[in-house]
């Protein structure tokens, strides 16, 4: 059974810089469509980026376009999320987890605990 756990968060200076990680067990993540999202205080959870099975083929919210990159590394088998130029606005909760396509709004399994990313003066 596919479990995810999302590491890497922390304190940044906006403009900083933060890599996350999500690690996977229980399967190998080459099999699915693995997606990034944050939920900040008082907000809904919204998707970030979306990576394909295949690895060629990304997605990412326009909020986050052209600051953020997702990647993946099978060997390890671990998702990343390299976060570069934060903002204030960036601040939140961040989970991954399997998705059905970066399309669908559903994902398979459940919710895990995620990552705190801060980004404050």
């Known amino acids: 059974q596919l479990q995810l756990v999302e590491s890497g968060g922390g304190l940044v200076q906006p403009g900083g810089s933060l890599r996350l990680s999500c690690a996977a067990s229980g399967s190998s993540l080459d099999y699915y469509t693995i997606g990034w999202f944050r939920q900040a205080p008082g907000k809904e959870r919204e998707g970030v980026s979306c990576?394909?099975?295949?690895?060629?083929?990304?997605n990412y919210a326009d909020s986050v376009k052209g600051r953020f990159t997702i990647s993946r590394d099978n060997a390890k088998n671990t998702v990343y999320l390299q976060m570069n130029s934060l903002k204030p606005e960036d601040t939140a909760v961040y989970y991954c987890?399997?998705?059905?396509?970066?399309?669908?709004?559903?994902?398979?399994?459940?919710w895990g605990q995620g990552t705190q990313v801060t980004v404050s003066s």
């Open positions: 990576l394909s099975n295949s690895g060629g083929s990304t």
């Open positions: 987890a399997a998705r059905l396509g970066c399309k669908s709004p559903l994902i398979i399994g459940s």
